[in-house]
């Protein structure tokens, strides 16, 4: 490692973070990187639990902006200033405990140390959270009702099915034609249609009915369940994203060490890119090229071309990880 005069600028920039820091030269200015890095070699959970709220207050105007383009992009209620911060506060600390801090000793990961944006990276974390307590119906009460599932999931797909067999064909389908529909859309759209449990057979489309007790019988005991299929191939999926986004922090790390002069904006990284882009992949939906400049926080307009090519890159990348996958 090569050392550091100590009257140089880099050394005056690494005196506001901790004395075991292990960030990269470029991201030493960058925002809420010192306090963080600080927060992150403290050992002491009192005193960590004592800077954090230091942080917090002393950014408080910064936060706020944060919290109002989550309320922004998430249809939060702008009047409600505590739900968005209590989000705010649960993304920051999964990502101290689950992302920055080093599991295996003391210090800081990989993944910090190559960080710039980091309030761009808790604005996205925020939105991730709400997104998910959305989905399991914390948000709007409906917690514990059907939805979200890969039955629900289904359900939806196949509405769709039903709405463009009507467009198109110009009547409604039956059970035959929309089963045989929706299918074929599915083989046609998806990577492996049958692994994401999306496809349907004459059984999916038969309604609940109520059975009489006093039935002995139970002619219609099949109707009473209705049966939600795991996605059996979630898990692997989930493991082989976890590869593509290590390898985008790699190309990301090979990008910045290649760099001879420190860019004078924050650059957008292929491993944000990815994220973003799979953050719904169970829910097979993923976001437009101008969706992810808003998730993202794209504004200017050199960086929405950045999203573009990096998104090209991820895709490129993404094809090689699951190349062993095929249609059956």
Not at 74 to 80: E, F, G, V
Request: glycine share 4%; hydrophobic share 35%; net charge neutral.
């Amino acid at each position: 490692m090569t050392p550091i005069a100590l009257d140089s600028p880099i050394h005056t920039r690494k005196k506001r973070h901790h004395h075991r820091c292990e960030c990269e030269r470029d991201t030493l200015d960058s925002p809420w990187k010192a306090e963080l890095c600080t927060i992150l070699h403290t050992g002491d959970e009192e005193k960590a639990q004592t800077l954090l709220d230091d942080f917090l207050n002393a950014h408080h105007g910064e936060i706020e902006q944060v919290i109002k383009r989550v309320q922004y992009n998430a249809h939060l209620d702008y009047r409600d200033r505590v739900t968005p911060f209590s989000y705010f506060g649960q993304a920051l600390l999964q990502m101290i405990t689950n992302r920055w801090r080093a599991k295996d000793r003391e210090g800081t990961t990989q993944v910090f140390n190559h960080s710039h944006n980091l309030p761009s990276i808790l604005e996205m974390e925020t939105r991730y959270c709400v997104r998910e307590d959305r989905k399991r119906g914390l948000l709007d009460g409906s917690a514990g009702l059907p939805g979200g599932s890969a039955h629900e999931r289904k359900k939806r797909l196949l509405d769709k099915s039903r709405q463009l067999f009507e467009d198109e064909k110009g009547h409604a389908a039956t059970d035959d034609e929309i089963v045989a529909f929706h299918n074929e859309r599915m083989l046609a759209t998806r990577k492996d249609a049958a692994r994401q449990s999306v496809l349907i057979t004459l059984k999916d489309l038969r309604t609940q009915q109520a059975v009489p007790l006093d039935d002995a019988s139970l002619a219609s005991e099949e109707r009473l369940t209705s049966v939600d299929r795991p996605d059996i191939g979630a898990f692997e999926r989930e493991q082989r994203l976890q590869t593509l986004f290590a390898l985008c922090e790699r190309r990301d790390r090979e990008v910045q060490e290649a760099r001879t002069r420190p860019l004078k904006r924050d650059p957008v990284h292929m491993a944000d890119v990815a994220r973003a882009y799979f953050a719904r992949h169970l829910e097979g939906e993923y976001p437009t090229r101008r969706e992810l400049v808003e998730e993202l926080g794209a504004t200017e307009s050199l960086r929405r071309r950045e999203v573009g090519s990096q998104l090209n890159a991820v895709l490129q990348l993404a094809r090689t990880v699951f190349s062993d996958y095929r249609e059956d």
